[in-house]
């Protein structure tokens, strides 16, 4: 079948009808016949499968080991722990009959696997030379929602999950923020995109768990979107499954858990930050194809020859440089076909060949993100490539930074509070008291959730009293509609 782009929305004008054109026209992904999941194609799964090798060699030099469990658990096991039951219970998947037959318990269909591992974890860890014990997943889960989006909220979606055990509490808080570490360097230095890190509320944070470590997408319309996550689970879960060590005295002992999960919803946040009217923007280090080698069509046969050659010759320089390199021959379409086409994908730089450049021993580059066009010479091509993408790469971040602190704004009152999400989407850092009860009518009058307590501003004290009810504040918390 032959590709036709049609005519992307506005992404200035109307953002979300943008993203939904842009993930089926950049050939991302696809609508599929289950409710609510997607098919992902090979332009989106290849970004996957790069974010899966940076993330995994960082989980590897911790000493994270990969394992895989079942896709199916008993429900005997979900109700072992009573508030992580009731916060997936909404979004359980279901088996009640296989094989022609009702079985004789529920499984549920993965929604996450805390239960199914640490039921595993109380027969390997008997010892405090057992610990710590650190395992991550990559698989799929399943959690049914209601209002589905590709990438941003579907049914069934991949992710990474980890899950270590530790002797000591301190080591679990250690770790969690070690995780949240990792993914704000994936954000930052591959998908170029600056996040909020910090706390969520206790409304907020996931079921089960003691502390919860969130890392905050700003989307240029002033949504949220929550990028990762990560749990200090406390001793909640091992004593829920009877987890226990004996200590270097033989005693016995309750250890100390924690979670942490990075999954394809973080593409759709990509997509949303990096992107023009022309299309989607992959920053260099994330995407499967940094150079694009376009070849012109050459004035006959022979010419056309000669330059296909050379395009190739440069297109090897490239690799052997490390450089993810790609070549279009297909000459069959217009220029501006391909061009249009490429941008569309957005690949980061490409290179434009044709007999003119043949002659000159050159080669035209022009940047996916400010479409800045060089003439470089070919001997200059290895050595200034990579200084390109790294402009593009810095460029991106920078944008995102801006973007982010210019859709951060404060609010001291109520007033300002309602007016700035009456006028615009954006992120609102504002004093709050920390009560659920004021949380809820925050959120029942604006929309707005609490999205993270920043890191830095754990320890500071807020002298102002709380944005909603006026009592005593204790810090300044960001809040923001989400996606």
């Not at 190739?312 to 297909?330: M, P, S």
Request: glycine share 4%.
């Amino acid at each position: 079948m032959v590709f036709k782009k049609r005519s992307l929305a506005s992404k200035s004008d109307n953002i979300s009808d943008w993203y939904n054109d842009v993930v089926v026209q950049a050939r991302l992904a696809d609508y599929s016949d289950v409710r609510g999941c997607m098919i992902i194609r090979p332009n989106g799964y290849a970004i996957w499968e790069r974010t899966q090798a940076v993330l995994d060699a960082m989980f590897k030099k911790d000493g994270v080991q990969n394992a895989y469990f079942p896709l199916f658990i008993p429900y005997s096991l979900l109700k072992i722990e009573k508030e992580h039951l009731k916060g997936f219970s909404p979004e359980l998947a279901m088996v009640e009959y296989a094989g022609g037959e009702k079985l004789a318990e529920p499984y549920a269909v993965r929604p996450t696997s805390e239960t199914i591992m640490y039921k595993t974890f109380a027969d390997w860890i008997k010892s405090y030379r057992d610990l710590p014990l650190k395992i991550n997943q990559w698989c799929n889960v399943v959690r049914w929602e209601k209002r589905t989006r590709p990438f941003l909220r579907t049914t069934e979606f991949l992710w990474q999950e980890g899950h270590t055990v530790h002797r000591k509490e301190d080591e679990a808080v250690e770790m969690a923020m070690r995780a949240l570490a990792w993914y704000k360097t994936l954000y930052e230095e591959y998908y170029a995109i600056s996040t909020y890190t910090g706390i969520k509320s206790e409304s907020e944070k996931f079921a089960g768990a003691k502390t919860t470590y969130s890392a905050e997408i700003v989307i240029p319309d002033g949504k949220a979107l929550q990028g990762a996550t990560a749990h200090n689970l406390a001793d909640n879960f091992s004593r829920a499954f009877n987890i226990e060590f004996l200590d270097e005295e033989g005693e016995k002992s309750h250890p100390f858990q924690t979670s942490w999960g990075f999954s394809t919803r973080a593409i759709g946040g990509l997509i949303l930050t990096h992107g023009d009217d022309a299309g989607i923007i992959l920053p260099p280090n994330i995407a499967a194809t940094q150079v694009v080698v376009v070849v012109i069509k050459g004035k006959d046969e022979t010419q056309e020859e000669l330059v296909l050659k050379y395009a190739r010759e440069i297109r090897e320089d490239l690799e052997n440089q490390g450089i993810r390199a790609l070549i279009d021959e297909n000459t069959k379409h217009s220029l501006g076909y391909r061009i249009n086409e490429w941008e569309l994908y957005g690949i980061p730089l490409r290179l434009e060949i044709g007999s003119k450049e043949f002659e000159a021993k050159s080669a035209v580059s022009v940047r996916r993100d400010t479409f800045e066009r060089r003439t470089l010479a070919k001997n200059d091509v290895v050595s200034e490539i990579p200084k390109i993408l790294k402009a593009i790469q810095q460029n991106l971040l920078e944008k995102s930074e801006a973007t982010k602190n210019r859709l951060t704004i404060e609010a001291t009152t109520f007033a300002e509070f309602q007016d700035i999400l009456t006028t615009k989407h954006a992120f609102i850092r504002a004093p709050w008291c920390e009560k659920a009860e004021c949380e809820k009518q925050i959120k029942s009058k604006t929309k707005a959730t609490t999205r993270v307590l920043e890191l830095e501003n754990i320890e500071k004290r807020s002298p102002a009293p709380c944005v909603h009810c006026g009592e005593k504040a204790q810090r300044k918390w960001l809040f923001a509609q989400s996606y």
